[in-house]
């Protein structure tokens, strides 16, 4: 099964946590914040399939979550491919060596980053009001109410990149 199945579960894993995202989350909030499930899927994404399979899955998580808010279209797909090349190529680089505990801090890292990136870009294009008084406690509740979901959403990267022919890293290093 050389390379192919995951492109039939990854669809499915991504209706499924664009929902979790959009209906059950969006009134699970912390602080008034709701967490990054597509970009935390992203983060998962990169560490487990690298920096190409990283960026993609990240760019079409963010096109599809584009497609329900009301920034730029495709700012979510540039974001999610940005940070999913850039966290698979950390995770080449330095999976195998760093703690378990260091990785679930870069993973956190990572979407704090995403968060940042989502701003400047979006302001960037024009879109105003994404930095304003409230975005640095956003950015803290986020990306630790994101890092607490960050084991689940790798064990559905895993289960996606399942019985696939490229080795993986083990990212956050959660399930051994």
Aim: net charge negative.
């Amino acid at each position: 099964m050389s390379g192919g199945l995951w492109l039939v579960r990854f669809p499915f894993v991504l209706v499924v946590v664009v929902v979790l995202q959009l209906d059950l989350f969006s009134d699970l909030r912390v602080f008034g914040v709701m967490p990054e499930l597509l970009l935390g899927l992203t983060v998962a994404a990169g560490w487990q399939g690298g920096s190409d399979r990283g960026a993609v899955m990240g760019f079409a998580a963010g096109l599809l979550y584009d497609l329900y808010l009301p920034t730029p279209f495709a700012l979510n797909a540039l974001t999610y491919a940005i940070v999913g090349f850039g966290v698979g190529i950390v995770a080449e680089v330095l999976a195998e060596t760093a703690e378990g505990f260091v990785r679930r801090l870069l993973a956190m890292a990572s979407v704090c980053c995403g968060l940042v990136l989502f701003m400047v870009l979006g302001e960037l294009l024009g879109e105003q009001n994404l930095y304003n008084d409230e975005f640095p406690r956003i950015l803290i509740v986020a990306t630790l109410y994101t890092g607490l979901l960050l084991p689940l959403l790798q064990r559905l990267v895993r289960w996606v990149l399942a019985d696939d022919a490229l080795p993986t890293a083990d990212g956050l290093g959660l399930v051994k």
